[in-house]
């Protein structure tokens, strides 16, 4: 089923004066500008290249390394997987010789003047500009040396340079980086603090949860596959003096893999050593001085469930009073809370309708609330009206076919065509790995919008998989997929296609029915 295409706004906003518009320089003046070298920037820009080969397309980046999106696999109608590799941006102009990048960061958004101005000084004016600015971690503590968050390359690596001398680590937050963290870290005691009564609440049920949680307590393969592929990394860049990662970091997103190539070993000879503190939120963060003067008392590592919980006599530098009362002293604490939409650089003198979220609010072609400019990926608010099985996050997956759809909808309206939805936008598919295995999420893989009108289907072999989907009056509107389950081209159909699966029954997740072959 294909959503038409909403009518195309008009290119001026008629509640300007038309003294304003006199004074805007006419659009055919200027180029097609993209801000921002993460997934959705470069794949913006890359899909105007192709669509414009005789037009300079100038891709704006603070960053001095692009996000390519390399061995691209289309798995099936909706569901992709890649890999994203950073590269010096040379390699991008190289590849597209209509491609000019401007590494500097941008200054000022003058919308009524179709121009944009960089920190160097220089003015760029433009036709149509697309917005890839990305996000920036949510962190619970500004300013404190402490407190790290984990964003781009350049903060990864001083994480890692960090965990080399820590014994103890304090994880806040339950998304993605926190869960791969909590995983890869080793030789160093992680007390891991989540809001959630389980682990990963973004992606998974408590089951799934419960599924992938023996694996925290497992001893991981020796055996890493070393990455072949070349990183370029911002080293020599001046860090912000005062803490040890600048919060306002100007990196894009880190990709899939990010943690793959970096050591995350602490001092420790052990492998996992993890306790996690469910149903609570830091309620202070004390420096070692301030908390001397408090008189409070700290825990020690929390052995097992059973042990009595003594008064830790360690000192550390710095440590964590939880809202369920615990105190927990530690080495530094990772921050993994979450993402804010980069929109601050563009808002002085531009009147953007912002979403709910704090990103810059986008239609069904991607284009924002002024004239002539667009939004991709993790800066942006999807604010159609969506179908049934797709919800946005902020995702790399989404990230690429955002800044792809953008460029589309750029093209079209320069040339003065229609387009239609994209189709990736019909059905929300993510393929993903943790804890080592492969996950594949579908549609309202957790029942999002579906209120109490749901019913769920399960099956689980322990260490195998774990299959989920989610059933409405007989249709499948979602699935989470654990493991090397090969269901995901099947699941897709069946949501696509709201067959009524009523008369299957049980039959639906029976290991012993090729259900491949049942739909096929």
Not at 31 to 40: P, Q
Not at 117 to 143: F, M, N, R, W
Not at 295 to 310: A, G, I, M, N
Not at 418 to 429: Q, T
Request: glycine letters at 8%.
């Amino acid at each position: 089923m294909q959503i038409p295409a909403a009518p195309r706004r008009q290119s001026a906003n008629p509640q300007k004066s038309w003294n304003m518009e006199a004074a805007r320089p006419p659009p055919s003046a200027g180029k097609f500008i993209v801000v921002g070298s993460g997934i959705a920037g470069v794949t913006c820009a890359e899909q105007l290249a192709i669509q414009f080969p005789s037009e300079e397309i100038l891709l704006v980046t603070a960053s001095p390394v692009i996000k390519a999106v390399t061995n691209f696999k289309q798995i099936s109608k909706v569901l992709e997987e890649f890999d994203v590799e950073e590269q010096p941006s040379t390699m991008l102009e190289n590849r597209f010789p209509n491609i000019k990048v401007i590494e500097c960061g941008v200054k000022q958004l003058k919308s009524e003047e179709h121009c944009i101005l960089t920190e160097d000084g220089s003015q760029h004016v433009y036709k149509k500009l697309c917005l890839c600015a990305g996000a920036k971690p949510k962190l619970i503590c500004e300013g404190n040396p402490y407190v790290l968050g984990i964003r781009d390359t350049d903060s990864a690596q001083e994480f890692q340079k960090e965990l080399t001398n820590a014994k103890r680590i304090m994880i806040i937050g339950n998304g993605g980086i926190a869960l791969e963290l909590a995983y890869e870290i080793e030789g160093c005691e992680v007390i891991w603090a989540i809001k959630d009564k389980a682990i990963g609440n973004t992606f998974f049920d408590a089951g799934a949860a419960e599924f992938l949680a023996s694996k925290l307590i497992a001893e991981k393969p020796e055996a890493k596959i070393a990455h072949k592929r070349t990183r370029y990394t911002t080293e020599g860049k001046k860090k912000e003096a005062g803490t040890k990662i600048n919060a306002g970091n100007i990196g894009s997103a880190l990709g899939p893999d990010w943690h793959e190539g970096l050591n995350l070993k602490g001092t420790k000879e052990f492998s996992h050593k993890i306790h996690i503190e469910t149903m609570c939120e830091v309620k202070n963060i004390y420096l070692q001085k301030e908390f001397r003067i408090s008189k409070k008392k700290s825990l020690t590592f929390p052995r097992d469930h059973h042990e009595l919980v003594t008064t830790d006599k360690e000192i550390w530098p710095v440590y964590v009073e939880l809202t369920n009362e615990k105190i927990y002293g530690c080495d530094f604490i990772v921050s993994a809370t979450g993402v804010t939409p980069n929109i601050e650089p563009f808002l002085c003198g531009n009147n953007f309708d912002l979403g709910e979220d704090g990103g810059l609010r986008v239609d069904d072609h991607m284009h924002t609330s002024l004239p002539d400019i667009y939004a991709a990926g993790d800066i942006c608010t999807a604010s159609w009206q969506p179908s049934p099985f797709w919800q946005q996050m902020r995702l790399w997956t989404q990230a690429r076919q955002m800044g792809w759809y953008a460029a589309k909808c750029m093209a079209a309206a320069s040339l003065g065509e229609s387009i239609d939805m994209d189709f990736s936008f019909e059905l929300f598919a993510h393929v993903t790995k943790f804890f080592n295995y492969k996950v594949v999420l579908l549609g309202k893989y957790n029942a999002q919008s579906l209120g109490s009108d749901h019913e769920l289907m399960l099956r689980c072999t322990k260490g195998q998989e774990y299959i989920k989907v989610v059933m409405q009056n007989g249709r499948m509107m979602g699935a989470v997929l654990i493991g090397e389950t090969n269901l995901e081209e099947t699941f897709e159909n069946l949501i696509l296609n709201q067959m009524n699966l009523s008369s299957y029954g049980e039959d639906l997740l029976d290991p012993n029915i090729d259900i491949e072959d049942y739909f096929d």
